[in-house]
């Protein structure tokens, strides 16, 4: 314990030493929604902490719905006195902040690793799965792809209008993969690469996607889950910053636009043994064909966590390489589950459905569970579409059919935890309804 506050405090004392004008560090962490909460702390205090003073946040901060408001779900929230719960830095995510208009840093913090974690933490939730497989000698290697829009900064009438081209000053308004994209928006688009980087995250690959105003970026493969998913939740929230610096709106909501593609996070995954070998790789690759197989056996039941929201099921079988049935091939991205041609070594499965505005750590943590599952089932998958484009099975295309699918589903609630499946489940439930306590404009003109 002495030898992590030590670390801790000379992360800190470094920080203050080569960034002297920083007075504050914002102290964040994941919600169920997939936003950041937190503090903001005199760099003082943040010293203190680090030197082994306590940390706590209300426990409830995590249970925040959509909208920031807090949902009655058992007795959390309105029964228990909202009692705080002890939070721990995590080292080496202390950095600048480059996009506020004052000098600031921060800091993701955590309660996994504290003598009382909450169970429903998203990050929580991850560790539990991620220690488990390591126990029993599975050890992930992960890389997220974010998908994501820029609009001009400013709304028209509450909705988004396409971004301007830098050198044109018109709107970027035509759908392309087109390279002179990432050209006419370099300055922003090297601005997020760089600002990211800043924060500890490999960028690797740009895109331009097929929507207008629509890129991917790639990071760089880990060996450590925990980190993988720290780095896709910090992304968004240093590009949402460096976007609004250059006058633009970036947006990892899943669909935007019904007439263009919706932004995925796709997720690859590859699982090694403590000797390095590929486990997927084995036997002729059939522990691969068993992995698939829970990972689709258990997708359906998974649907509110890889579509968050109402927006997310839009996207859904909407346009382009966007599934409708729970389906896996062999360098398909019309699959939920793509296998990208590698050699053994490398042999991984991308998992494509999710929505960019999912929790990642939650993605990942479901994605972990369904591999773990079929390796443990050994069943055989359907067939992959390279042999039946017609292959697949269905899973929820709405919100609270979903959640049903999810609330009793017995390995869910055993390997991500019976609480946590309870409270996120009511979460969703609850913002679904709470999104539909408002009558749209639509409705007067057809009904009125």
Same mark, same amino acid.
């Given at each position: ?210 929507? !207008? %105003? ?7 493969? =880990?060996? #450590? +889950? ?5 780095? @896709? $939740? ?26 263009? !593609? %919706? ?7 590859? =699982?090694? #043994? +403590? ?5 997927? @790789? $084995? ?166």
């Amino acid at each position: 314990m002495k030898s992590h506050a030590s670390t801790l405090l000379a992360e800190v004392r470094t920080f203050r030493q080569n960034h002297p004008d920083v007075r504050y560090v914002d102290l964040i962490a994941l919600d169920i929604p997939g936003h950041f909460y937190g503090k903001r702390y005199p760099i003082e205090m943040l010293e203190k902490v680090a030197a082994g003073s306590p940390l706590k946040l209300p426990q409830n901060a995590v249970l925040l719905g959509v909208q920031g408001g807090l949902f009655k779900i058992g007795d959390y929230c309105f029964n228990d006195g909202d009692p705080d719960a002890n939070r721990r830095l995590v080292p080496g995510t202390l950095k600048p902040v480059s996009w506020e208009s004052q000098p600031l840093g921060q800091m993701l913090i955590t309660s996994d690793g504290t003598e009382a974690p909450i169970e429903f933490e998203p990050r929580e939730v991850l560790a539990k799965v991620l220690e488990r497989l390591q126990h029993k000698g599975i050890h992930p290697v992960v890389a997220f792809e974010l998908e994501f829009y820029l609009f001009d900064k400013k709304l028209d009438n509450g909705l988004p209008q396409f971004a301007r081209d830098p050198l044109s000053d018109d709107a970027d308004d035509q759908p392309n993969l087109h390279i002179e994209r990432l050209s006419r928006f370099s300055e922003v688009l090297d601005d997020m690469a760089q600002t990211a980087k800043d924060q500890g995250v490999d960028i690797t690959v740009i895109t331009a996607e097929i929507g !207008p %105003g629509q890129f991917e970026i790639n990071f760089g493969h =880990l060996d #450590d +889950g925990m980190r993988a998913a720290d780095w @896709a $939740a910090l992304f968004c929230r240093s590009t949402r910053g460096v976007a609004l610096k250059h006058g633009y709106r970036a947006s990892f909501m899943a669909k935007p636009y019904l007439q263009y !593609p %919706g932004s995925g996070m796709h997720v690859h995954v590859s =699982l090694y #043994d +403590g000797a390095g070998n590929n486990l997927l @790789a $084995a036997h002729q690759q059939q522990p691969l064909r068993h992995a698939v197989a829970g990972c689709l056996e258990l997708l359906p039941h998974c649907m509110p966590i890889f579509s968050p929201n109402h927006n997310a099921f839009r996207r859904l079988g909407a346009t382009v390489n966007a599934a409708t049935l729970a389906s896996w091939g062999f360098e398909d991205r019309d699959a939920c589950v793509r296998i990208p041609e590698s050699d053994p070594r490398n042999l991984r499965i991308e998992h494509r459905l999710a929505s960019a505005d999912a929790n990642p750590y939650l993605v990942l943590a479901a994605i972990l569970v369904g591999l773990e599952h079929g390796l443990e089932t050994k069943h055989e998958p359907i067939a992959p579409l390279n042999e039946d484009r017609s292959s697949g099975t269905d899973f929820p295309l709405e919100m609270l059919d979903a959640v049903r699918a999810m609330q009793h589903q017995p390995v869910l609630r055993d390997k991500l935890g019976a609480e946590f499946v309870d409270v996120y489940c009511e979460n969703k439930r609850q913002d679904h309804l709470a999104f539909q306590q408002e009558i749209h404009a639509r409705e007067y003109r057809w009904f009125l």
